[in-house]
């Protein structure tokens, strides 16, 4: 048996096993995910929320903007409080200050430390202690106590002024740059305190029979006794010596390993004379729409990270009412996934006709009318979000097409739905593209098998996103929302990157196709042993047993492991670009592949294992850290292969047009510098000193104006600036790029270059 063999086998392996893993998991968090009691209760058995109220109340929150205003057990965005720990701290002081001055006839700041330390055991014992009573008939209650409801009321009428449009909080609104009157109704409001509650009893009631509550004592709060479980410690401890004897392993592979040489290079480029057929003419448009969006994207980046110090406001003018913070992130964010699945999903188009050289049917119109759905999904779901946002919809239409309230996929229903026939869509023409080369027998076959399987995996893994529902309590809609975020972006948008751009330098002859077969075959093993079940590291603190952090911890561990070896892919991709003459074409296509293996193991490898570990999720879970490593990773490593794919692709789309190399050079220096000096001069910072605010007062406080306003945090964001307009600037001279390319593609009829011409110019 020989090696592609085996490594066929193992990756079926891990497949198989990492997907039973993970379902097996999720069994067990439909099991044991927090209840939501049918009504919250006093001594007197009055209630005070219901089942029903939470469950509106989660409609509300996702009305709103759900994660992209504050955040719930630490997903979401950065500006905004986590509600979570924000309402646990407000109740506790409550409960605090009403005992103290039943008690003592004294507020809780005045008493003496031992008085402060006594009152603060009752209040663990009080808020930590389980009481859901499940009665015969099946309904399950929680008794509160008479202290605790009336800190519930106070906390409660504190959340009805904030998301309304009390002017005694609205100083507080700016700076949580929310805009007036977030919820108008009150009846909504009374709905959300229902959800906003639950999220925090959650979190600070301990599980039956265990010492730690169902979020695994997240958020950091040692006056309430949530502080680290052993679990989470031992756990992180592994997860460490796994990445070491992950990397150990690897290194060690490498060099047992037998590296050819690189091939002689072809006296002509094999592209080159390939004629494209009016299939792949017409995917142009997907790469002109992708960087369109992505200058969209930047123009909303720089609104939303000015809300930081502007709450309501940019430069004085009062966006809010118009833009508010929770949809210009919402746009940003979800642009981020439009733009570079728009690119890819271009190159998948194009590449399917080049390898199989057959142009099915009605390929063009089915390359046309999906481009067009694209634009109806892209511009209606963002239309959607702005209504649903501006509460013109009610809570049920709002979850057909307005606002769905969860990070990536905040689309509604509707569009979410035409997003999945968009992609499936995809898949077919694809499929009918590519068929003739998976049933030939070549040198290559392997990689163009994983290839399509990834685009298999990439058409229908989007769908996970369907199994959370209107009411889907929210550690289940956690799971499946990573699903997506996770497996689908990261894991097999990457098995599709690697394959492709095998293939593309196979066809160039820059490697051999054995080589490419073994190297494609490894790495899809290698990074999917640690990407799939890896997922679980996004779940440590959602209401999951703590099972899941056993497994998140060593396999997201693994994850990083490949990365220490990235540099070698680099300095590969590097030399690659000067060993023909002709080369110099594709030069800014490979430096954005150089670019994506420094983003590789800076962003993905560095930042991502900053936050990966149990022990150090638990502190810095949605700080500034986290959108560290989002911007490193997302547009460092899959915004620069987008952009990278998208070049190869244009290279054979434009044949011997000239192109303007110094718009390219400039777009890759700035889109590097801008994105280096926007994570390490501003958000990197941001993320250490709030770090440092959670260990020392805990999580609620990194998040709160005190440390989010401070003179120092808002001088650091102000220092995102010269990032920022690198970073825009690189855009915009990408656009140019394209636009001139445009331009000289309608004012000429490219004819094709003898070879002696080509060498010639090149």
């Known amino acids: 048996m020989n090696r592609n063999k085996l490594t066929v086998i193992a990756l079926l392996t891990v497949l198989i096993a990492s997907f039973t893993v993970l379902l ?55 500006v905004a409080p986590d509600w979570t720990a924000d309402w646990l701290h407000r109740e506790a002081q409550a409960w605090l200050n009403i005992t103290a001055l039943q008690q003592y006839q004294t507020p809780f700041i005045e008493l003496s430390s031992d008085l402060q330390a006594s009152l603060e055991d009752k209040l663990r014992k009080d808020m930590r202690h389980n009481t859901v009573i499940e009665q015969a008939n099946g309904i399950t209650e929680v008794r509160l106590s008479a202290t605790r409801v009336a800190s519930i009321k106070e906390v409660t009428q504190h959340y009805l002024s904030l998301f309304g449009s009390d002017p005694e909080l609205s100083h507080l609104r700016e700076q949580y740059a929310m805009k007036e009157g977030t919820v108008a109704s009150l009846e909504h409001r009374e709905k959300l305190n229902a959800f906003l509650f639950w999220g925090a009893w959650a979190a600070i009631t301990e599980r039956p029979n265990e010492a730690y509550t169902y979020t695994n004592n997240w958020p950091f709060d040692p006056q309430l006794g949530n502080t680290p479980t052993s679990s989470n410690v031992f756990w992180s401890i592994m997860s460490f010596v796994t990445l070491i004897a992950g990397v150990g392993a690897l290194i060690w592979h490498h060099a047992t390993c037998k590296h050819e040489s690189l091939p002689k290079p072809v006296a002509n480029d094999p592209l080159f004379l390939t004629k494209p057929t009016k299939s792949q003419k017409a995917v142009a448009k997907y790469f002109i729409t992708a ?179 209107k009411h889907t309590n929210l550690a289940i809609a956690e799971y499946w929302r990573w699903w997506v975020v996770h ?71 693994l994850e990083v492991a490949p990365l220490a070896l990235i540099g070698f892919e680099a300095v590969e991709s590097y030399r690659m670009r000067g060993v023909a003459p002709w080369m110099i074409r594709y030069k800014w296509a490979i430096m954005f592949f ?49 952009i990278g794919l998208m070049l190869f692709c244009v290279r054979g789309l434009t044949g011997n047009l000239e192109w303007n190399n110094k718009y390219l050079k400039g777009a890759f220096w700035t889109l590097n510098i801008g994105l280096v000096a926007m994570v390490f001069m501003s958000l990197l910072p941001v993320g250490l000193i709030q770090f440092f605010a959670v260990l020392d007062n805990g999580y609620w406080y990194a998040r709160s104006p005190a440390v989010i306003h401070s003179s120092i945090v808002e001088t650091l964001v102000w220092m995102r600036v010269p990032g920022d307009v690198l970073f825009g600037i690189g855009g915009l001279l990408l656009g140019l790029f394209l636009l001139d390319l445009l331009k000289k593609a309608l004012t000429s009829k490219p004819a094709l270059e003898t070879a002696s011409e080509l060498n010639a110019n090149a």
């Open 487 to 557: 497996l689908w972006v990261e894991g097999f948008f990457e098995t599709f990157a690697t394959s492709v751009i095998a293939l593309m330098l196979v066809r160039l002859g820059l490697i051999r196709a054995r080589s490419a077969n073994a190297t494609v075959l490894f790495t899809t093993v290698v990074f999917l042993t640690g990407g799939l079940i890896g997922t679980l590291h996004h779940l440590y603190f959602t209401g999951v047993p703590t099972s899941v952090i056993a497994w998140g911890a060593i396999f997201s561990a």
């Open 291 to 469: 960087i369109g969006l992505f200058l969209f994207q930047i123009i909303l980046g720089g609104i939303t990270a000015h809300y930081a110090v502007e709450g309501q406001d940019f430069y004085g003018i009062p966006l809010s009412e118009i833009l508010p913070y929770s949809v210009t992130r919402t746009w940003h964010t979800q642009l981020a996934v439009f733009w570079i699945a728009t690119a890819w999903l271009g190159t998948g188009l194009y590449i399917a006709p080049a390898l199989s050289g057959h142009e099915p049917k009605f390929q063009r119109l089915g390359v046309n009318v999906l481009w067009v759905a694209l634009l109806i999904v892209v511009i209606g779901s963002m239309a959607g979000e702005w209504l649903g946002v501006q509460q013109y919809f009610d809570l049920d239409m709002n979850f057909l097409f307005g606002h769905q309230g969860y990070e990536y996929i905040d689309l509604g229903r509707v569009w979410q739905l035409l997003l999945l026939v968009g992609l499936l869509i995809w898949l077919v023409l694809v499929t009918a593209a590519i068929r003739p080369a998976l049933k030939k027998k070549s040198e290559m076959g392997p990689v163009i098998w994983v290839l399509y399987a990834s685009c298999i995996a990439i058409g229908l893994f989007y769908g996970a996103g369907l199994f959370m529902g």
């Open 594 to 642: 150089v670019a994506t293996a420094f983003w590789n193991l800076v962003g993905a490898g560095v930042l991502g294992f900053l936050i990966n570990p149990p022990i150090a999720l638990y502190f810095i879970q949605g700080l500034n850290t986290t959108a560290t490593h989002a911007h490193a990773a997302f547009m460092g490593v899959y915004g620069m292969l987008g």
């Open 24 to 78: 097996s998991v999720g069994s067990d968090i439909y099991r044991e995910k927090p209840p939501i009691p049918n009504a919250y209760v006093d001594n007197a058995g009055q209630t005070l929320f219901s089942q029903n109220d939470v469950e509106q109340g989660q409609l509300v929150w996702r009305s709103m903007g759900g994660h992209q205003l504050g955040s719930i057990w630490g997903h979401g965005s950065y």
